[in-house]
RNA sequence: GGAUGGGUGGCCGAGCGGUUUAAGGCACCGGUCUUGAAAACCGGCGAGGGUGCAAGCUCUCCGUGAGUUCGAAUCUCACCCCAUCCGCCA
């Protein structure tokens, strides 16, 4: 959502806006629209006022025991006047409201210009890409060659995009969120948190899923969305509150399973487990002030990063152009891990400043020491990191030539001390 | 799922058809007093919008949405949420 004001005092920034994310010029249509419905509001309104004084000395009168029978004769003849401007008023702002609703968050200044992916520009590189003196296995060659990850029987029971993790396979899933939890928490002062998995159309609504991504997200018989994402109950946490500026930055984080109905991605990633309908995923989530979200964003990414350090994992950091940003976000960092099975860098981790663009949808405010109103929070999520795929890059970096898995020193006490996955457990 | 009681500003809480312009308190801000602080006292203090250069004027908001009325926080209906009890249940 936007500042309507904003817009009105400098359209062309906005559209300018819009432009580096290969968005047509929205603003005559937004003001066109904005003019009527002030025009309307403002007589409206005129007739409210005019019928509240009149109302007024009725009581007066009626008080007094007069008659108000005149009175009550004018209120009756621009009833139906002023109900009708109201309404034609409501749908006005309503239109105006729809459409900036369905409009994504402007880039940051620094943000690249480009279209697509290739427009991205790496700014870290972690590691190099490993090399194996014998030809590197997939995911999905090693965990089925360890008897322990069953995409048949998955099928069986719920589809294409699920996956049967058993014995260690399923272990190290616990073993990676179990890790990056405490790392977060311990070390970084995220505040563990267990959300609802369902949430409510004004939830999703906030961080911006609805109302352009129904389609990407599975919905309960009784109206409620599963979330796609930790990020939608963990940043509604706010949502609707006048925050304390002493308590910025809030960081929380969770562990929980994520699900997307991959409605747009047939074909795409369809062997292992790069892209399912339901994921692990450790979240987090910053709510903090204006001033100091770009450093946030700074330090959230190190978090994440952070991670894939102590895993052993090459990576590499990319700054997101404008027309590959995700519609909340004003500026992305995806961490992109190195997979040795697919000889190519593949995304584990996407963390985003969305500036005020969800805590406008969500009206989440702080109240500020100086100054005087409110002011919108600044809005931070990453992943740190999908557990999903940091355990298909766990496998395929760590990988031996007869097919075991060494498990890195970090995961080994959450894994009872095992060393290596192989074979015969 | 059934019954009952509730949802009022940042928080607590009164109000249950017309000076509500939402009492009072807490918190917060400014001031007096003080070496400083506390206490006490005085004053200020909700949000969003329209209009205007501005001072100001004005509209909306008491869970949400409809309705009754000249006039609704207050009455009616539906829904949502919370609490308690009962039922069911991991």
């Known amino acids: 959502m936007f500042d309507l004001k904003a817009i009105r005092d400098d359209p062309q920034a906005f559209d300018q806006g819009l432009a580096r994310r290969g968005r047509a010029p929205q603003t005559p249509a937004i003001l066109a629209l904005d003019k009527e419905w002030r025009a309307a509001e403002t007589k ?57 609703a369905g409009i994504p968050n402007l880039p940051a200044a620094d943000v690249p210009d480009g279209t697509d992916e290739h427009g991205n520009v790496q700014v870290r590189l972690h590691g190099e890409p490993r090399r194996f003196a014998f030809p590197a296995k997939d995911h999905v060659a090693l965990g089925e060659g360890l008897g322990l990850m069953d995409f048949a029987r998955a099928g069986k029971l719920s589809g294409a995009r699920f996956v049967v993790l058993s014995g260690a396979l399923a272990q190290l899933e616990r073993a990676l969120g179990a890790f990056m939890l405490d790392l977060h928490t311990r070390e970084f002062g995220y505040t563990e948190i267990s959300p609802p998995l369902l949430v409510r159309d004004e939830t999703a609504y906030g961080t911006g899923q609805l109302p352009k991504s129904a389609d990407d997200m599975f919905k309960t018989t009784n109206g409620l969305w599963l979330i796609p994402t930790a990020e939608t109950p963990l940043t509604n946490l706010v949502a609707g509150e006048i925050l304390d500026e002493a308590k910025l930055p809030m960081r929380v984080t969770a562990w929980t399973p994520c699900f ?31 001033d100091q979200s770009a450093e946030e964003h700074e330090r959230m990414t190190g ?39 697919q000889d190519t860098y593949r995304e584990i981790s996407s963390c985003s400043n969305c500036g005020e663009y969800q805590a406008r949808r969500m009206n989440a405010r702080f109240k500020p020491k100086a100054g005087k109103g409110n002011r919108y929070v600044h809005t931070l999520n990453g992943s740190a990191l999908a557990v999903g795929r940091t355990l298909i890059a766990v496998l395929e970096n760590h990988q031996k030539e007869d097919g075991s898995v060494a498990v890195p020193a970090a995961l080994q006490p959450y894994m009872g001390g095992l060393k290596v996955i192989r074979l015969d457990g």
């Open 303 to 341: 978090c994440a990063e952070e991670v894939l350090k102590r895993l052993d994992l090459p990576y590499r950091v990319m700054l997101l152009c404008s027309g590959d940003m995700g519609a909340a976000a004003q500026k992305t960092y995806d961490i992109e891990v190195w997979l040795p099975g």
């Open 44 to 100: 409206a309104q005129e007739l409210q006022a005019e019928r509240n004084k009149l109302s007024r000395e009725i009581g007066a009168a009626k008080a007094k025991g007069g008659d108000a029978a005149d009175l009550m004769r004018l209120v009756a003849e621009s009833k139906d006047e002023e109900a009708r401007l109201g309404v034609e008023a409501a749908r006005l702002k309503g239109e105006v409201d729809a459409l900036l």
């Open 260 to 290: 997307r109905s991959e409605a747009g991605a047939a074909g795409k990633d369809t062997r292992g487990m790069i892209r399912q309908h339901q994921f692990e995923k450790v979240e987090l989530v910053s709510i903090a002030h204006p």
